[in-house]
């Protein structure tokens, strides 16, 4: 650390040298961000911390100002590539500020989020009624239901994400209550009509499955069984339009030939939005790709989606954490069709489960199972 902050006061008049045919002061800030940038990331280096994180914030920070370095050659600010990188800033830091929580916090956190969760689930419930009230859809151009379950999410898809992926907070209330509210869960899943519900429904198996798995393997393999048979025997259980893609995976080719040119290093974050504001909305309607996967390689490249990947494997191969460890998994299941990253909502959730799972305090017994 200490040579890099020598660097970076040391080393000003270098920089004109570096990032050249920009006016001097640009020049010196893109110097000292990029040092700050070293500086931030050793933090996850020392003492091996998180190293998957401080390699991605390092390479997502470098992109950046490469990005913002081939903006001002022509004089302009980036600030569709600066907001989102941002974000991400903002979202590393709550990983650090989750991090040095107590096992005592923790729980309590996780305790009210299950009660907001089960709010959610009896808002949703009444919306299946048509009692919504307050939260309507926000993609009514797509959406043909007049009245659908939204929540508090604004998006039929989104929210059955969200309730798939939030089904271990259930563990959380009293059995009679955790069971009944499941069932409501489920329920609502083969209610929302608007393709595809096979991402709530996949996230809420996944997330179940593996609390059963690290609870009772025997009660899994048994529902796995019986939900195989049953699927095999009665075709009908099968909701209307499960798989549909939703032309997603024409969008997925559009967008693959646009960006196959950058493949390894990416277009920089918010290229997909800058690209979609370019594009006729007839051939390209989406803001996201509905695959985070695709959708970070193009805007980072194979480097970064490597490095994610990295991430991801280093959290799941940790010891403990159930429940964040569970709700980290629906969150990346979510991530296969939707785009929970860009959610608040969700990608908050997503950033608080993986960064409890790297807390050195130990959790709460239920968490710990």
């Known amino acids: 650390m200490k040579y890099i902050i020598i660097l970076l006061l040391c080393g000003f008049p270098l920089s004109p040298l570096i990032f050249k045919n920009i006016d001097l002061w640009h020049s010196q800030g893109l110097w000292c961000q990029s040092l700050i940038l070293f500086s931030f990331c050793y933090y996850f ?10 390699a991605l914030v390092l390479w997502v920070g470098l992109i950046t100002i490469f990005s913002s370095y081939k903006w001002l050659l022509i004089d302009k600010y980036s600030f569709n590539h600066f907001l989102p990188f941002f974000n991400f800033i903002c979202a590393v830091v709550f990983y650090k500020c989750v991090i040095s929580l107590s096992h005592k916090d923790l729980h309590d956190i996780f305790k009210y989020l ?4 089960l709010v959610t689930i009896i808002y949703c419930t009444l919306q299946s009624f048509g009692l919504g ?4 859809t926000i993609d009514s151009p797509y959406i043909k239901d ?3 379950i939204v929540g508090f999410l604004g998006n039929p898809t989104i929210i059955a994400g969200y309730l798939g992926m939030c089904a271990p907070l259930l563990l959380f209330l009293r059995k009679r209550l955790m069971f009944l509210s499941l069932i409501l869960v489920v329920s609502l899943m083969f209610k929302i009509s608007i393709p595809p519900p096979a991402t709530g429904i996949l996230a809420i198996m996944v997330t179940m499955g593996y609390v059963l798995f ?14 195989i048979l049953c699927t095999l025997l009665i075709p009908k259980l099968i909701p209307k339009n499960f798989a549909y893609d939703n032309d997603r995976i024409s969008h997925w080719k559009k967008y693959y030939e646009i960006g196959k040119d950058k493949f390894i290093t990416g277009n920089g974050l918010g290229s997909v939005n800058i690209i979609s504001n370019q594009i006729d909305k007839t ?11 695709i959708h970070f390689n193009f805007e980072i490249g194979f480097i970064g989606l490597l490095i994610i990947a990295w991430g991801i494997l280093d959290a799941l191969m ?8 569970a709700l980290f998994l629906g969150f990346l299941v979510n991530c296969l069709t939707l785009f929970p990253a860009h959610l608040w909502v969700m990608s908050t959730l997503g950033m608080f489960c993986y960064a409890a799972i790297y807390t050195k305090e130990k959790k709460c017994k239920l968490c710990q199972k």
């Open 214 to 227: 690290r609870f009772n393997k025997k009660v899994l393999y048994s529902l796995l069984t019986i939900a």
């Open 45 to 54: 280096f020392k003492n091996k911390r998180n190293i998957p994180l401080g």
């Open 114 to 117: 299950s009660y907001a969760y």
């Open 146 to 148: 007049a009245d659908p």
């Open 133 to 136: 009230q307050f939260f309507k």
């Open 283 to 293: 051939i390209i309607p989406f803001r996201y790709l509905h695959n985070e996967f």
């Open 318 to 325: 940790r010891k403990s954490d159930l429940v964040p460890k």
